[in-house]
């Protein structure tokens, strides 16, 4: 993987570089309920800006559809960008055109300036031509800074960075030279633990990862189905008995690939879904009754993980063991979590993690911060981990 960085970008002082970040915050009540993307373009942007550059801000928020409105205005996270960067920022009422280009021009250099949501203009989706000639006339660089939008071949993602001179900033490059080490060149034993509620969500990533690590770890409500794949009846689980023929082929594929997939021998089952149910008990996933559903994964399975995982170099993870959001549901993942970022922590393990309910899942057994890498993007993530070529990636090469 090869692509440009800010050290390459040479001398901006005075001039106007595009960075596209990805400012789609969550907001309540006109605050910024949740600043961590905010935070990810901080060294981006003051590094640019303390060059001399004017610092241009591409970002969409929220889905406007080529309509204008005030709900979708990036001028309500100004506030809150400036707050984190610890500098004044600008705003600019549009990202293209006459009047956006007389404002640029107005700026003094190692200024920061929010431009206003692409998607207020209809060809930003569609990658139009001619919105990309307006932008560029923005700006003499381009530095995409945003992964999470990476997988969108979008006007202000993929059609700048071949219209000008384009760079990774440094949140990008710190998430492709993550995602190199866990699984463009990674070092092996490789182990990737996938869950989440449904398998057809995740079966491109499934196919993927069985050709590429050592280890899979199948939990969640996912792991039913391959459960019910193998023969065990699972009560009233969450599982998608239709995909069965489907799981078959993957765990098949996985052994002529010589990769082992780990499903779970003992497990937490309830006949409720509620918190500390008076029906929880623990058993062996042969004696999971009819009206019993299966919520996590079981203490022995998560011993016996923990030990293959102390025998991997490198590990990816997407998605909760069991229901974790519900105690005690959330053990399994806990525990596994803790052993990775254990293991992380003494240098035997190289720890890449990604998705929502991952970054929460971690972030509730406590140990965010201790794995090597942790990925905020959501469905650029999932495509990476299918083996997609993501069209704002690819565009930097």
Known sequence: ?????????????????????DLNVPMADGKVTDDT??????????????KGAKVLVLAHFGRPKGERSEANSLRQVVDALSGVVGRPVAFIDDCAGEAAEAAVAA??????????????????????????????????????DAF????????STEGLAKALPAYAGRAMQAELEALEKALGKPEHPVAAVVGGAKVSTKLDVLKHLVGKVDHLIIGGGMANTFLAARGVAVGKSLCEHDLTGTADEILE??????????????????????????????CNVHEVAADEMILDVGPAAVEALADVLK??????????????????????????ARTAAALTKEGSLVSVAGGG?????????????DFSYISTAGGAFLEWMEGKELPGVAALG
């Open 1 to 21: 993987m090869s692509f440009k960085t800010l050290d390459d970008i040479g001398d901006v002082s005075g001039k106007a570089v595009l960075v596209r970040e």
């Open 148 to 155: 999470s939008a990476a997988h969108r071949a979008h006007a």
């Open 311 to 336: 025998t991997c170099k490198t590990l990816v993870w997407n998605g909760p063991m069991g229901a974790f959001e519900t105690e005690p549901f959330d053990a399994a993942t806990v525990a596994l």
């Open 107 to 144: 700026l003094p250099a190692g200024t920061i300036a929010i431009l206003e949501n692409t998607r207020f203009h209809k060809g930003e989706e569609k990658n139009d031509p001619a919105l990309v000639a307006a932008m560029a006339k923005l700006g003499s660089a381009f530095v995409n």
């Open 357 to 369: 309910d991952t970054v929460a899942a971690l972030n509730h057994a406590g140990v965010a911060a």
């Open 37 to 50: 993307r905010l935070r990810a373009a901080v060294p981006t942007l003051t590094e640019l800006a303390d």
């Open 253 to 282: 594929n996985a052994d002529k690939a010589g990769c082992t997939v780990h499903l779970p021998y003992d497990v937490v089952v309830s006949k409720e879904f509620a918190a500390n149910p008076a029906s929880l008990r623990t």
